[in-house]
């Protein structure tokens, strides 16, 4: 009798997991920088000018066209969850538009001579009951037979260009809300070693496959004035975008900075990605660290953050407005992470 070999784990398959997989931004910037002499047509309200989340093409007055594609490999080795955290982390882009979400397409590339049918099955039909909460339909998509596992979404959604949150609109004086907390890159580095528990991978599961769904109603507060998501730059990385875009300094209270439960354990005992360095590298001339920060608080303040909190610059008039649409939709763990400087010529982001 003829025995099936088991299959592989999925995080075996690939050499790099979840957001992690990011290219750097500094090596990221350097390979798009002539696509930036391209011609802007003038219905294209955002492009690649700011590293936003999204596309953004105006349809009508009142009504514009957001687009986004995001995929990567296996961050956990349950093929269902590894789909609903891509699919979640793909759909994460709409919603930091302000967007509402209509329809996603499938991107699929799978190694179909090592896993069974049935394995990629399941990482489909969790990308599907992800779309299901989010309310829309997987349209089509494409798929390729790939050495390493990849699964994501092109996630489409609509929004009043009046609505439209940038991450280049932050202002003076602005207060910064962060959706969910820090540590996913940490907690995904120690699953691959082993060393995570069953405790760990539930908050990691819970985290990642909890939809931004604040995203439109954050955007119809008039007070809200930029959002972004922060996800494989990590903190750093995406709070220096929204820096450089705004023309502003950022100014986090690092001590107020939500993380994940065992975090701390986790980095002692070495648990960091790889992406979390080659992160640093790229941008960490752009971050003011305070005297004496340590090595293990700056591997989480670049942490890359597979499907991660929105990100939020407010007038401080709306903050409880703001508080109230987290908690709304289950976002209990939201936190006031810092303000928004003055303008400046050469932007940073300052942790204090």
Known sequence: ???????????????????????????????????????????????????????????????????????????????????????????????????TPILALAVVGMPINVLSGATIAKVLDGGAQICREAGIPIAGGHTIDSVEPIYGLVALGLIDPALLKKN??????????LGKPLGVGILSAALKKGALDADGYARMIEVTTRLNRPGPDLAAIPGVHAMTDVTGFGLGGHALEMAR????????????VPRLAGIDALIALGHVTGASGRNWASYGAGVTLPDGFAEAERALLSDPQTSGGLMVACHPQALDQVMAAFTRHGFGDAAIIGQVGAHTATPRVILR
């Open 1 to 99: 009798m003829t025995q099936t070999a088991p299959e592989p784990r999925l995080t075996s398959l690939a050499h790099g997991g979840g957001c992690g997989c990011k290219i750097a931004p500094g090596v990221l910037s350097d390979l798009l920088r002539g696509s930036a002499a391209l011609p802007v047509p003038p219905q294209l309200l955002v492009g690649i000018e700011t590293s936003d989340d999204a596309a953004v093409w105006q349809l009508s007055e009142h009504q514009a066209l957001v687009a986004t594609t995001d995929f990567f490999m296996p961050v956990v080795d349950d093929p269902f969850d590894f789909g609903r955290i891509a699919a979640t982390n793909a759909i994460s882009d709409v919603y930091a538009m302000g967007a």
């Open 168 to 177: 280049a609109d932050a202002q003076p004086g602005d207060v910064l809300v």
């Open 245 to 256: 875009g705004s023309g502003c300094d950022l100014l986090i209270d690092w001590p107020a």
